[in-house]
């Protein structure tokens, strides 16, 4: 694959989405909206975004739907095998690294995605991973088409003191905001709160 094709497949992949992350001291929070376009098609309005692939870890969408779903699978597939063979649960960190050596492994024929990885192992934490297997561990932090609007609204907003509850609130507002003015993003936000007591799902609409 040339330089161009990827530069091509970044461009039109990469295109439609809105997910955040964000840390708290008890808790990770995930939020994305539902729209998934080609070009300028809405291809369908209630896509998930964010996939469990742990009692306490989820990972958020952002690129070629094929792609992450595949790897979303793949990686809970491992966790499974991980928790069953060696009977405990797979850390955070352990699967954004896994994560990374195989978009590592593939750069040269990527999988045009960028994920977020939160959950909770001993303490809340979040990574988030390019196309190539670059891996960074933060406080907060968006991907896809809509980021550049939602990291404003939550840098503005973020402290460290957040409760779990406000930390979603900013989450779903920092989306809510970047669905004004990217129109590849829309029709609802997802968000989930981890705490060392599991998952809770929650949709907002618009």
């Known amino acids: 694959m040339s330089d161009s094709d990827v530069k091509d497949l970044l461009k039109n992949g990469l295109h439609g989405t809105t997910t955040v992350g964000i840390v708290t001291r008890e808790a990770v929070v995930l939020a994305a909206d539902r729209r998934a376009t080609a070009g300028t098609y809405i291809a369908h309005r209630r896509t998930k975004k964010i996939i469990k ?80 297997g670059s891996i960074l561990e933060e406080k907060f932090t968006a991907t896809g088409s809509g980021s550049f609007i939602a990291i404003g609204v939550i840098e503005d907003g973020y402290r460290d003191d957040l409760s779990p509850e406000e930390a979603r609130e900013l989450a779903v507002r920092a989306v809510r905001t970047a669905l004004k003015r990217d129109s590849a993003s829309g029709d609802g936000i997802d968000s989930v709160v981890i705490t060392k007591d599991g998952i809770k799902e929650f949709t907002d609409k618009v």
């Open 53 to 132: 692939v742990g009692d306490r870890m989820a990972l958020t969408t952002a690129g070629l739907v094929a792609d992450a779903q595949a790897l979303a699978e793949w990686l809970k597939n491992q966790a499974r095998y991980y928790q069953i063979t060696v009977k405990r649960p797979f850390t955070v960190k352990a699967a954004a690294h896994l994560l990374s050596s195989i978009l590592y492994s593939y750069k040269g024929s990527p999988f045009i995605v960028q994920l977020l990885i939160g959950g909770y192992d001993t303490a809340p934490r979040l990574y988030s991973l390019d196309w190539y």
